[in-house]
């Protein structure tokens, strides 16, 4: 069972569409934080959460940690081709845990 | 500042044959990071070091892989003898005192 379960898996977008993936977990969680990866390149981090019901923004990204601070959410408006990449969210829970990621492909 | 650095880039081998990765963290950061990632799924931590100790080798298949940081800055990690299942992204990664981590871009290594 994953600790971070992460959806959609795959999602395939034309440029300028919105789009939300989503991070949940039964366990509660003191941070949570999202990376994005580009093909052959190692994860980079977006944002770290830590407040229960935090929005935090980045350009046209928005992140949003649940109230109860099991769950999180990123959103993307206007989505551009160089979004394109897998995102991950993940926690320090002991150590820092990865879910199996959101893989985007935005078309121009 | 350079960032995380990893070689090789690829390695295909067959099985049962040995392998090796080597990392050079950022300078300055004492906590280094090996991880495995299999395609399709997040990065899972194999080992992490806190200068040359050991913090944290819970996840590493000790049977087959070993990891050492001699000098506190730069590690190896080696397979031996490797499996088909080992075939993934290798990915170094490094911080200061524990905050946010940086990755390297990775090894991909191929078991035939």
């Known amino acids: 069972t994953q600790l971070l379960e992460q959806s959609p898996q795959f999602l395939s977008i034309q440029e300028g569409e919105n789009l939300t993936v989503y991070c949940n977990s039964s366990?509660?969680?003191?941070?949570l934080q999202w990376y994005r990866q580009e093909p052959g390149e190692g994860p980079v981090l977006l944002v770290t959460?830590?407040?229960?019901?935090e929005v935090k923004k980045l350009k046209r990204l928005t992140f949003q940690f649940g109230d109860a601070r099991k769950d999180s959410s990123l959103h993307i408006t206007a989505a551009q081709p160089g979004d394109t990449g897998l995102y991950l969210c993940g926690t320090s829970y002991g150590k820092l845990t990865f879910g199996q990621g959101t893989i985007l492909t935005v078309h121009p | 500042e350079a960032g995380v650095a990893q070689s090789p880039r690829y390695k295909i081998i067959e099985k049962r044959q040995s392998v090796a990765f080597w990392c050079n963290p950022i300078s300055g950061h004492a906590t280094l990071y090996w991880y495995q990632q299999i395609l399709g799924q997040g990065p899972k931590l194999l080992i992490q070091?806190?200068?040359?100790?050991?913090?944290?080798d819970s996840q590493l298949p000790k049977d087959r892989f070993s990891a050492e940081r001699l000098k506190g800055v730069d590690s190896t990690l080696k397979i031996q003898p490797a499996k088909l299942e080992d075939s993934a992204v290798y990915l170094c990664?490094?911080?200061?005192?524990?905050?946010?981590?940086?990755f390297g871009p990775g090894t991909r290594l191929t078991v035939l």
């Open positions: 366990s509660v969680f003191s941070s």
């Open positions: 070091f806190q200068n040359n100790g050991v913090v944290d």
């Open positions: 959460v830590v407040t229960g019901g």
């Open positions: 990664a490094s911080s200061f005192r524990g905050n946010e981590q940086f």
